[in-house]
């Protein structure tokens, strides 16, 4: 897939990583080169402005970021820098991205020549790509950073190895089917980090950032009144983002995003659900629906 214009802003400076680390959910500080790590920014209120995928450079911290939230990332960091030694670079224009992904990753990254596969979320340094193991789909991916004027030498070469290229409609399908949400569709500024149920995006034991008071306060009080959850849905048709989840005729959720599945042979669907009062007779519309064991992830 051709992931191009999603946001990479590339940050140096002796204060990078203090200034990363007060500003994300994760831990930013104990990174070393060749690691990386996945984070919510928010703001004051414990709303999530954007995630981002860190990746720790020798001299840099490298953010990626969805195309919507780029600007918006580089100026909220922006905004904070005061006396701190980091320097900001959006490099979105001058960067292309791709993604490799599928059950057949690390043959093709061998085919590519990269022998060594980086840990889950993080990355090695192949010519002039940066390779992260990053997936947009929630399965076995490669995230390649490269230089613009090379996209389309890569993009050939990597079909000339047989792999196929999709696009947003098969993406929408594999991430749902595998309960991979997305920023923007998913979850936005309306939601606190607990609702998303994306927890690995947050470090519950690290040091003050934006937005933490709020996190606690959700984790010392034990739960959230809704939930992201996965659902599927016994039709043909997807319901549109915004259809109503009822539990015996009374509303208890709201649909994200869903799609038909092809493996399942249903609809695969996001909603928020009201967890305390969504029984076990589930319906969208006139179909019949079920929450799924899988935890978005």
Aim: hydrophobic share 45%.
């Amino acid at each position: 897939m051709d992931l191009s214009g999603r946001g990479v802003i590339r940050v140096t400076g002796e204060d990078r990583a203090r200034l990363l680390h007060a500003m994300t959910t994760n831990h930013i500080e104990q990174l070393e080169p060749g690691g990386g790590a996945y984070a919510f920014f928010l703001n004051a209120q414990g709303r999530i402005l954007a995630d981002v995928n860190i990746l720790c450079l020798a001299d840099a911290l490298l953010l990626d970021t969805e195309p919507e939230t780029a600007s918006a990332v580089f100026e909220h960091l922006d905004r904070f820098i005061i006396a701190d030694d980091a320097t900001l670079d959006n490099q979105t224009a001058n960067t292309a991205v791709l993604a490799i992904e599928g059950p057949a990753v690390s043959g093709i990254a061998s085919q590519l020549g990269i022998e060594h596969l980086p840990a889950p979320g993080g990355w090695v340094e192949w010519n002039t790509w940066v390779v992260a193991r990053l997936s947009a789909s929630g399965g076995e991916g490669l995230r390649i950073f490269l230089p613009a004027p090379e996209k389309d030498r890569a993009i050939a070469w990597i079909a000339g190895l047989g792999v196929v290229e999709a696009g947003e409609p098969e993406l929408r399908v594999v991430r749902l089917e595998n309960a991979h949400p997305r920023f923007g569709i998913d979850f936005s500024s309306q939601q606190i980090p607990q609702e998303t149920q994306l927890l690995g995006a947050i470090h519950f034991a690290k040091g003050c950032y934006l937005g933490q008071e709020i996190v606690e306060r959700v984790r010392s009080r034990g739960h959230v009144n809704k939930k992201l959850v996965q659902l599927t849905v016994e039709a043909r048709q997807p319901p549109p983002a915004g259809a109503k989840v009822t539990s015996r005729d009374t509303e208890v959720g709201e649909i994200t995003s869903a799609a038909w599945s092809p493996a399942l042979g249903k609809v695969v669907a996001f909603a928020y659900v009201r967890i305390a009062q969504a029984g076990a007779d589930l319906r969208v519309g006139d179909a019949a629906a079920a929450m799924t064991a899988r935890q978005p992830a």
